[in-house]
């Protein structure tokens, strides 16, 4: 059965001439324990998809089904998020100013009522690789990439099903990213978990997922396999663009 | 004379664990090049650019034998100076656009500010030129995002408006520091483009804040490679991936690759010596 079912997605923001359409007629699902990409088009409305699933994009139409369950309007309950994580593409905005990784971590856990909270941060903080020295730091005293993994402690400490990932590692250098994926790829394996992810990297998209859908202008142009991508064989035009621009040689070169 | 010279900077933070070097004792030049600063998270890159603009936050301390932009000693400098040099002859584009944009401001009214800070022309020109900019960063509809609030954009978008922005004032010097990581391939390369034409036809100086080793590799003169504060290699943009210190050849390695799956990527696994390792001249 599929663990994501969006069905005629409409997603839109705004009302007059404000107006913006961001995901026009969207469909894809994800089976359980699937790994789905989202690439596409800067502005095609990638992150909107994974906010209309969170509830933070309450203006959507369609049908958004999460384990065989119809989601509705910009509300979801304490046991979606139990279920369903989101890692947000902003490390910067994502974390609390004033609270500490501790903080974040021991508070999130003690949300999701999980017991023995002093020895899971510690293992959080091990888990994306962060020493304890990071424990007591505010997200002033972090880099970026040190932030970005302290969002994904904090999306781990609940122990979700699903994680939706907006370009989890497009703040992080290449080696953290690879511990990152790793990580993710462990976790999937572990404990049958259901990624969809979103990253302009296709590299990262052809590492990590199963299938991807390739977005422009809020509209899904097309679905594809990673054997597809990784052969670069692609229907749509734009997909075609897309491939060609990431192997092409940069202004170096011209 | 070099654009911008760099003699032994230091960033220190003081914390209630002990003091944090983020960037320890490293040298390098500027020229009217594109020079990459690579390295993992943590190395020390952004405060690098930061402490170029003497924007280290307190309790944090620059120290430096000199930061000196075309002779003069930026460390000398009133704050009062200070500011007209951020504002006029270096500009950066910090990591988090969205965050150095004013979120209770429209998007318009911000370029159009900027514009106007630098451009004795009336509001109408302002406006038209603003709309100008975003279509050159390949923001598809300007006019309505300049009514946007910063929120209302998208990442890859709200990294445009900044780069945008920053290019204003037509600075001597843009410290970019991530400046495509949230955009796609496409627009990535118009961005790049931008900010090539500059330091070819205006010389501009440019130092590129980047953990995209393949796009440093492509598009810089020269690049630092940094780990724990200090430089730890130097080479030629182009030759990058024939480097030799083991640690850039682990970043080298631990990239994805459509052309080679695998089922785990290779992590690097750290050497206490290149810490202790002194810092590598960075000059040209
Ligand atoms: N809160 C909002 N109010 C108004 N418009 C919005 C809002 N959030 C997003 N948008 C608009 O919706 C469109 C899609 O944005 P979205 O963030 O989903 O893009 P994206 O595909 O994730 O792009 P990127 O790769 O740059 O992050 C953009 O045109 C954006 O300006
Ligand atoms: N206010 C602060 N207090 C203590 N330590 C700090 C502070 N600000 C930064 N640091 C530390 O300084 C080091 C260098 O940070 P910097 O932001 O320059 O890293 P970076 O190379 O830009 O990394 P990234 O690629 O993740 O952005 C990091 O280890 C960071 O934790
Ligand atoms: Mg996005
Ligand atoms: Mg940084």
Redesign the interface.
């Given at each position: 059965m599929s663990m994501i079912e969006i069905e005629g997605l409409n997603v839109w923001?705004?009302h007059g001439p404000?107006r913006?359409d961001a995901v026009r007629g969207a469909s894809f699902s994800v089976a359980r324990g699937e790994s789905f990409g989202l690439?596409?088009?800067?502005?095609s409305g990638k992150?909107t998809i994974l906010r209309a699933i969170t509830g933070l994009a309450p203006d959507w139409s369609g049908r958004v089904d999460i384990d065989g369950q119809a989601l509705a309007g910009g509300k979801r309950d304490r046991a979606f998020f139990r279920k369903v994580q989101m890692v947000f593409?902003?490390p910067?905005?994502s974390l609390h100013p004033r609270h500490s990784v501790d903080q974040v971590l021991s508070e999130t856990l003690h949300l999701h009522g999980i017991p023995d909270i002093d020895a899971r941060v510690r293992s959080l903080l091990d888990d994306v690789g962060l020493g304890g020295?990071f424990r007591?730091?505010y997200p002033?005293?972090l880099?970026?990439?040190?932030r970005q993994r302290v969002a994904i402690a904090r999306a781990l400490a609940g122990e979700p099903e699903i994680l939706l990932l907006d370009?989890p590692t497009?703040?992080?250098?290449?080696?953290?990213?690879?511990?990152i994926?790793?990580l993710l790829?462990d976790l999937r394996a572990e404990h049958g978990l259901t990624y969809l992810m979103v990253s302009?990297d296709?590299?990262?998209i052809?590492?990590m997922c199963d299938r991807l859908a390739v977005m422009k202008s809020g509209e899904i142009v097309e679905v594809m396999d990673v054997g597809a991508?990784?052969a670069m064989r692609a229907e749509h035009e734009y997909t075609r663009?897309?491939l060609a621009?990431?192997v092409?040689?940069?202004?170096?070169?011209a | 004379m070099n654009l911008l010279d760099v003699e032994n900077l230091w960033v220190k933070f003081p914390t209630r664990q002990g003091v944090v070097e983020a960037v320890r004792g490293i040298s390098f030049s500027l020229g009217r090049e594109r020079l990459g600063i690579v390295g993992e998270s943590g190395s020390g890159k952004s405060m690098t650019g930061r402490a170029i603009l003497r924007l280290i936050r307190p309790p944090g301390m620059i120290e430096a034998d000199r930061i000196a932009l075309e002779g003069q000693n930026l460390l000398d400098l009133s704050e009062k100076d200070m500011r007209t040099v951020r504002g006029e002859r270096i500009s950066m584009v910090m990591q988090d656009p969205k965050f150095s944009l004013n979120p209770v401001m429209r998007v318009g009214d911000q370029i159009m500010e900027a514009y106007l800070l630098h451009n004795k022309v009336g509001k109408a020109e302002a406006r038209k030129r603003s709309l100008e900019m975003l279509d050159a960063v390949s923001i598809r509809d300007p006019e309505r995002v300049m009514r946007a609030y910063p929120h209302e954009v998208s990442g890859g978008m709200g990294q445009r408006i900044m780069i945008a922005m920053m290019l204003i004032p037509n600075p001597q010097i843009l410290i970019a520091d991530e400046p495509t990581s949230a955009l796609d391939v496409s627009v990535q390369r118009q961005v790049l483009n931008i900010m090539d034409d500059l330091v070819k036809q205006r010389g501009m100086g440019l130092i590129f804040i980047s953990h995209d080793l393949n796009l440093v590799s492509e598009f810089c003169d020269r690049v630092l490679i940094m780990y724990a504060g200090r430089i730890v290699e130097v080479c030629d943009a182009d030759k990058l991936h024939q480097a030799t210190h083991p640690y850039t050849r682990g970043l080298l390695n631990s990239l994805p690759r459509l052309d080679q799956p695998r089922a785990k990527l290779e992590v690097l696994s750290r050497d206490p010596a290149w810490s202790e390792a002194p810092s590598v001249g960075g000059r040209a």
């Open positions: 923001f705004g404000d913006v690439v596409g088009e800067s502005g992150s593409q902003d910067y905005a020295r007591f730091r002033h005293q880099s970026g990439g040190q370009e497009s703040a992080l250098d290449v080696s953290v990213q690879a511990e994926l790793n790829t302009h296709l590299p990262v052809g590492h991508l990784r663009d897309l621009a990431s092409a040689p940069g202004p170096h070169s | -």
